[in-house]
């Protein structure tokens, strides 16, 4: 024991700090014995579905050029399909990031004169463009989709009776984002997603309900597709990428919204047939193997950020108590000094660029400046340690990843220890 209090010394994280987080994890062990268990039953399910598809070393192949009868990917793709329990899926590196993944989603499944329905808020920030919330060139709204949302009430529960009556003859497809991203509502179990999925049914039951489920994946035994959304759509560098995937998102569900989807992702008439893999399926099938135990690390990470930045008196969501149901932790701290020692020492905490300084920038597509820590190995790569706070009231930062929990941990130790020395916080 002793000897690893010196090794985080060595790397900058005084007595006094270590021995806080050690008094914070004495209380967490029940908490982190259940990720265990999550973590473990979706290791045996990614497994099986691996070996129900006999993958074999022929799968870690590679395909050029057109990509034809590239048997890895076609592999991987059932892979997916059979952890999701869907029909299909589309796993490629040709979707850029998660933003794309939904765009191609939507944009495969909507045809003019429809109309796309969020009954829980505001979508994630990129997605505005998307449908053209806000004007965008080539968004949804340019091709006659129309866009209707209700408000979750304000406990944060679905408003029934709202969602019942925005529901009409042209609603097509429900879109439900499962993480709340870098809002401050609280982010759905999938339980409370598939209530909300029936209930829509019982109302129009041929309408696409997809859902974003992206920082989501593994963090529960079930996904929403388990429990009646026709589309799950996600990113490769957040949770199913295990870290190893260098790019890629995914969408998978009912054959018939895949294909669709497929038409956008490639063209009419080439659909899934085409996409070359250039050497990406290894780094995928080894990251989807790895994501369950990837995402507990990046989720006991977050545990212990909300406890310890509850013990030192800050606002945090979730709380220190809540179940989880994504790897965001968003601690509030109230100042911008606090915003930039807090990135700071995440940064420090890094494997890569761990000697660069971040510094607040003037982001494009954000009002005010932005302050991000990464120290990546795939760049953006958000499942790996990473911080960003917008330089706004009221000074919170927004803290996930980490691809073993013990980086995860020094990671916040390292925060703690950059504002104790900026003489920004007192320990108690
Ligand atoms: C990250 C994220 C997206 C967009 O993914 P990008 O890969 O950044 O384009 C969409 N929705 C949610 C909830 C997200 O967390």
Redesign the pocket.
């Known amino acids: 024991m002793l000897q690893i209090k010196e090794m985080y010394q060595q790397l900058g994280i005084s007595s006094e700090v270590y021995c806080l987080g050690e008094e914070v994890l004495k209380s967490l062990k029940t908490r982190f014995e259940k990720m265990d268990e999550i973590a473990e039953y979706n290791q045996m399910k990614v497994l099986s579905a691996m070996q129900k598809n006999k993958v074999s070393a022929e799968c870690m192949g590679s395909s050029t050029g057109y990509g034809y009868n590239d048997f890895g990917r076609e592999t991987l793709e059932k892979v997916y399909a059979d952890t999701f329990h869907t029909e299909a899926a589309l796993v490629r590196p040709q979707i850029?990031?998660?933003?794309?993944?939904?765009a191609i989603a939507l944009f495969g499944n909507l045809r003019p004169g429809d109309e796309l329905f969020s009954p829980v808020g505001k979508?994630?920030d990129?997605?505005e463009e998307v449908i053209g919330i806000r004007p965008s060139n080539g968004s949804l709204a340019e091709y006659e989709v129309t866009y209707s949302q209700v408000e979750l009430l304000p406990d944060g529960s679905f408003d029934y009776k709202a969602i019942r009556k925005a529901i009409n003859e042209r609603t097509k497809l429900v879109t439900i984002?499962?993480?709340?991203?870098?809002l401050t509502r609280p982010s759905f179990s999938v339980q409370q997603i598939g209530e909300l999925i029936a209930f829509v049914k019982s109302i129009k039951s041929d309408v696409i309900c997809m859902v974003?489920n992206?920082?989501?994946e593994f963090v529960d035994t079930v996904e929403p597709s388990d429990v009646g959304a026709d589309l799950v759509v996600g990113?490769l560098?957040?949770n199913p990428g295990g870290g190893l995937a260098p790019i890629g998102?995914y969408i998978a569900g009912k054959r018939k919204y895949v294909e669709s989807a497929s038409y956008r992702m490639t063209s009419p008439g080439l659909g899934m047939e085409v996409g070359a893999t250039l050497g990406v399926n290894r780094s995928f099938f080894q990251g989807f193997f790895l994501a369950p135990m990837v995402t507990k690390g990046a989720l006991k990470g977050a545990v212990f950020a909300a406890n310890i930045y509850e013990r030192l008196g800050f606002p945090v969501i979730p709380n220190g108590k809540e179940p989880r149901q994504?790897i965001?932790q968003a601690v509030t701290l109230g100042t911008p000094e606090r915003v930039i020692a807090f990135c700071k020492g995440i940064q420090a905490a890094a494997p890569v660029d761990s000697y660069v300084d971040p510094e607040p920038w003037d982001m494009p597509g954000y009002d005010s400046q932005v302050i991000m820590a990464a120290g990546a190995f795939v760049q953006?790569s958000?499942i790996e340690l990473s911080a960003d706070g917008p330089m706004h009231e009221p000074y919170a930062v927004y803290f996930q990843g980490g691809l073993t929990w013990e980086h995860a941990k020094l990671g916040i130790l390292m925060s703690v220890q950059k504002l104790l020395d900026a003489g920004l916080i007192e320990l108690l």
Do not use: E, M, N, V
């Not at 850029?96 to 939904?102: D, I, K, N, P, S």
């Open positions: 850029t990031c998660g933003t794309h993944a939904l979508p994630y990129t997605l984002q499962r993480s709340k991203g870098y974003d992206c920082y989501g990113s560098i957040k998102g994504d965001i953006g958000s």
